[in-house]
């Protein structure tokens, strides 16, 4: 079992930044893809991006490529979505999620985070 924590959410003012942390726990995320997903309510969860269980190539989104990045310190068994000119659409509760020895790009994911809400102002 791989229990996951986030934090670093928070009110931000659009064009602003925020780095959200993802931190692991049970296990080594070292064998784990690792993906962010948020979700707006009354929406279905949507992918942001994930980064390789290896940690050498990342996917993004369209809506946030460019602005948004993930970096993952193994040692520490942590992840962190940095994001980059927020905008208002930003706004969602941003959820971490592993997946083991993971596909980047539209596979499943087999844990989950509580989620930590990001609002961005106008």
């Known amino acids: 079992q791989v229990q996951l924590v986030e934090s670093g959410g928070g009110l931000v003012q659009a064009g602003g930044s925020l780095r959200l942390s993802c931190a692991a726990s049970?296990?080594?995320?070292?064998?784990?893809?690792m993906g962010w997903f948020r979700q707006v309510p009354g929406k279905e969860r949507e992918f942001v991006g994930a980064i390789s269980y290896i940690g050498d190539s990342s996917y993004f989104t369209d809506s946030v490529r460019g602005r948004f990045a993930i970096s993952r310190d193994n040692a520490k068994n942590v992840v962190y979505l940095r994001m980059n000119s927020l905008k208002p659409e930003d706004t969602a509760v941003y959820y971490c999620?592993?997946?083991?020895?993971?596909?980047?790009?539209?596979?499943?994911?087999?844990?989950w985070g509580q989620g930590t809400q990001v609002t961005v102002s106008s």
């Open positions: 049970g296990r080594s995320i070292r064998t784990y893809t």
């Open positions: 999620a592993a997946a083991y020895i993971g596909k980047l790009v539209g596979g499943s994911f087999d844990y």
